[in-house]
Structure formats: C-alpha cells, structure tokens
C-alpha cells in the first residue's frame, strides 16, 4: 500500500500541487437486530473509501471507492484541475500550517477482534439480555436490540514524507425497553459503545443495562408528568455528556469563524469566560475505552487531548491545519471525517467535563424543591440545547422523591452555562452520533452529575 500511494503523491506534485494527500479507509462491520427475542437481521458488510486533496492555492478533492492505481492517478488529475480552476476564481489563498512527518503504523493490540468472534457468540450475549429484560415483569411489550462492531483501516499518505497506517474497532449496542399498562406506554432506551472489540460486552454489562433498562420502563408506567416551571435542577452522566458535546462543538476553529451559525457562539472569544467556573471542558480522541478513540487526526498528525475550556475560560479553539494556520497556533490532532470520501474539519471527538469532589447526596443535600432528571431521548444540540429526557425524580429538603416521567428542558448556551454551580465526583459518556446533511460522525459527551442553580423545565 505505501509504494502505491507514494506514487500518487508523487504524481500530484508532478501536476504541481504545493500540497497533497490520500486517504484510504477500508471498514469491515457487522449489524444484529434482535426484536422480542427474534433475530431480525444480521448484516455483514465491507466499505471502501478513498480521496485525493490537493492544494494549489484553494483545495480540489476527488472521492471514489476504488483504489486500483488507475483510478487513483485519475483522481489526482481530477482533484488538481478543480484546484486550478478554484484558485483562477477566489482570490484569497489557502495555506496550511506546517507539522512534523510521521511515519507509524498502529495495530489493535490487544482488543479482541471482533471479526475473529463467531456471529453466533455475539447472539447469544444479545439474546440473553433481551430475555433478561422481558423477564423483568409482564408489562415489558418490546424490546429491540440493535448491536454492531466495526473495524478500520486506515491508510494515510502526503506529500511531506508522512505515511501513516491505523486499525481502529468500535463496537455499540443499542437498547429500547417499552412497557404497557392501561393506555400508557412508556419507553426506555439505553447505549452502550466504545472503540473497543468484543471485550465490551463483558466489561459493559449489557445484562444489568438491560434489566436497569426494564426496571425503569415499569416504574415509569406510574410516574406523574413534572409541573412546569424553573426549579434547581440535577441532571445524570448522560445529560451531563449532551451539554458538554454541544458545547465541546461550538469550540470548533470552523464554527468560530462563523458566528452566525447555530454553533458559532465562541466566535471571537478566545480567553473570554463562555461557562460557569466549575466547568473545564477537554476534547479526548486518545483515553481507551471512550467512544472515539484514534492516534492520528484526518490530516496524519498525532492526537492529544486539550483543554478547551478551563474553569469556565475558553483557553482555545480546535484546528485542522488550515485553520490553525489562520488563527495562528498549533493543530493538535482534532481533524475529522465520516470517512475518506469527506474533507476533513476540526470537530469534537470525546468531551469530557471534569469531575470535582462532591458526591451526589451532596448535590442534592441543600436542595428544598428541585427535579433530578435522568437518560437521553432525544435530543438537538447547537447555541440552544433542545432535550426530551427519559425519566426523573422529584427532590425535597435534600432527597429523591417520587419519580417522574420525562421532562424537557432548554439550555441557551449564553445564559444558562452559567447556572451550573457544581459537578459532582462521578464519571460516565453519553455516546451518540453526530448528523450533518449526509454524513455522520460517532462523538461522545461525559462527565460527573452536575448541578444547575436553576433551569426551566416542562412537562
């Protein structure tokens, strides 16, 4: 692979490119979907993306799913045509930030491949669950397993000496509990996900997920609407994932440069206090076991973790080389795709909100009247944070009371981040994925319980 993608780079420049790269990503994957203990589907499957970037003053990009050397060398005449025609065009250049070279090659390790683990062992953990979960009480009507894993390769190459070779699995189940009484129907949903092999099943616990899962669902059956209003609010880890993701994407160098976006709220204040001081906010692409975990960014440079936000200051932005080059810093390794056919941007990977020393019992101990609110269903993230949640409880004079179906809240990123008065000594991520127009990029948010002075929330 490294002779060949060589020679395309050495093609580019021949062309006259100042700059180029190739990306090739090959991703082997399994889905199961499991529905009342019926196996619905398993898919097995292979993805096979590549594209050439080129720079002569503006970009040109060509995409394909072939990498036979023909096709490679046409997509390099292709990609440097569209940047010559660009450059004709927009006046402004594009230049990049100089990195070091890096030549590596990344393997798995020691996580279990889950290409090597029979599809019939992965059932039977999905199958075990799934009756685990009906067998919580009669009035469990559904469940519905969605599992699958993946593993890619990824195959990167540029005209400054960097070749770079990384394998990276990810593997996530999802879970939906639905439980009747009556005319009431209640549902729960649960995720869990790391870029992990199959060793996630087993240190996850997918069977006390499930049976927590169906626990809940029952107890909703009978749990009363909250009663709008503004009270001092508790959100769980998940929610607690959802703020910091959102808030981890408006960091991105991309939307700063557009504050009129609905994610561009940043814009403009490096060094400026964006969140209450309880809050240090850091962008992870590299802690094992978290959702999205790689070595290297889109862009071939090495991964770190950054402190985005410290007690409550936005210290910096995250880059891709040409926007660190335009703010005048260091790209540190946040420069994403979906996969190879896209061009990279810098955009969040994990956030991850710092955990201080509080309990929960301490969160809550000062509370008079208050809601605790816990689980994700759905959600829109952005300047305005829009959340359905699953459940909650009410709190009074410092304890969890009855519980309560799911309420809604709004956070207006302005505001409302600086009602946070205190997080708690706890950990956990909120995966998900994130969509935008015909792409979609897997990222996490995580931290500990946190706490807002007050918050409105409806029924």
């Not at 580019?12 to 994957?29: F, K, M, N, T, W």
């Not at 990029?441 to 319980?449: C, E, K």
């Amino acid at each position: 692979m490294k002779d060949l993608l060589e020679k395309i780079i050495e093609n580019a420049v021949g062309l006259g490119a100042e700059y180029a790269d190739v990306r090739i990503q090959r991703i082997y994957s399994n889905t199961i979907r499991i529905v009342n203990g019926r196996i619905e589907r398993t898919i097995p499957s292979v993805e096979l993306t590549a594209s050439i970037r080129v720079l002569k003053g503006v970009w040109g990009i060509s995409s394909l799913t072939s990498i036979s050397e023909d096709d490679l060398l046409g997509a390099v005449n292709k990609a440097f045509k569209m940047a010559k025609t660009g450059a004709e065009r927009i006046p402004e250049t594009i230049k990049i930030k100089e990195v070091k070279p890096v030549e590596d090659k990344v393997k798995l390790g020691e996580i279990q491949d889950p290409r090597e683990v029979p599809i019939e062992e992965k059932m039977e953990i999905i199958l075990e669950c799934d009756n685990a979960a009906r067998s919580v009480d009669t009035r469990i009507i559904r469940t519905d397993y969605s599992y699958s894993d993946n593993v890619t390769e990824k195959y990167f190459c540029n005209s400054e000496g960097s070749y770079i070779e990384e394998i990276i699995p990810f593997t996530e189940l999802r879970i939906v509990v639905v439980a009747r009484e009556g005319e009431v129907i209640q549902q729960t949903i649960g995720r869990i996900a790391a870029s992990a092999g199959q060793e996630l099943m087993a240190y996850a616990d997918p069977l006390e997920v499930s049976e927590r899962l169906a626990r809940d669902t029952v107890k909703l059956l009978s749990a009363k609407s909250p009663s709008p209003g503004k009270y001092p609010v508790v959100v769980d880890n998940g929610i607690t994932g959802l703020i910091a993701l959102s808030t981890g994407l408006m960091t991105s160098a991309q939307f700063a440069s557009m504050p009129e976006s609905e994610l561009g709220a940043f814009a403009g204040k490096l060094g400026q206090k964006v969140c209450s001081e309880v809050i240090t906010l850091t962008d992870d692409p590299t802690s094992s076991g978290l959702p999205v975990v790689f070595h290297y960014d889109e862009e071939g440079v090495p991964a770190r973790p950054v402190n985005v936000i410290e007690n409550g200051v936005l210290r910096t932005y995250i880059h891709s080389r040409e926007t660190a080059y335009r703010f005048e810093t260091e790209p540190l390794g946040h420069s994403r795709a979906p996969n190879a056919l896209f061009q990279p941007k810098p955009i969040v990977s994990n956030a991850i909100i710092k955990s201080s020393d509080l309990s929960f019992e301490e969160l809550i101990e000062n509370i008079r009247e208050g809601v605790y609110l816990r689980g994700v269903v759905g959600a829109t993230i952005g300047r305005i944070i829009q959340c359905k949640t699953m459940m909650g409880y009410r709190i009074v004079d410092g304890e969890l009371g009855e519980p309560l179906r799911g309420a809604t809240f709004v956070v207006d990123a302005s505001k409302d981040l600086f009602n946070i008065d205190a997080v708690a000594n706890d950990f956990d991520i909120l995966p998900l994925r994130l969509i935008e127009g015909d792409r979609f990029y897997p990222v996490s948010g995580g931290g500990p319980h946190i706490r807002f002075k007050e918050l409105k929330i409806g029924g």
